[in-house]
């Protein structure tokens, strides 16, 4: 992810160089299945986490008057976005 740039736009540590290196020994194909399933992994820890802490923040945002997150929800960037129609308006 760091040789990506998809934590940091550099690397100041070697790591583009490490990546390049891992896709030229595991190929291409191989290099994106090994990076899927450390995807999955990282969602798994996330998904205990966050069921357990979206409890407090229902419990205080309701009771407690605490005010919800002002920041877009993730989902909400994608919810009229499908491939489809972008297609189409790239051919327009």
């Keep these: 992810m ?3 740039g998809l934590l940091h ?3 100041n540590d ?3 160089v490490e990546l390049l ?7 291409k194909e191989r290099a994106v299945s ?14 205990g986490v ?7 923040f229902d419990h205080w945002q309701t009771g407690h008057s605490v005010a919800a997150p002002d920041r877009p929800r993730i989902a909400a960037l994608f919810e009229s976005y499908s491939s489809d129609s972008k297609l189409a308006g790239e051919n327009d």
């Design 2 to 4: 760091y040789g990506a």
């Design 9 to 11: 736009s550099t690397s």
């Design 14 to 16: 070697g790591a583009d």
């Design 21 to 27: 290196a891992f896709i030229q020994e595991h190929t």
């Design 34 to 47: 090994i990076f899927n399933s450390c995807l999955l992994d990282l969602l798994r820890s996330a998904i």
């Design 50 to 56: 966050y069921l357990v802490i979206k409890q407090d």
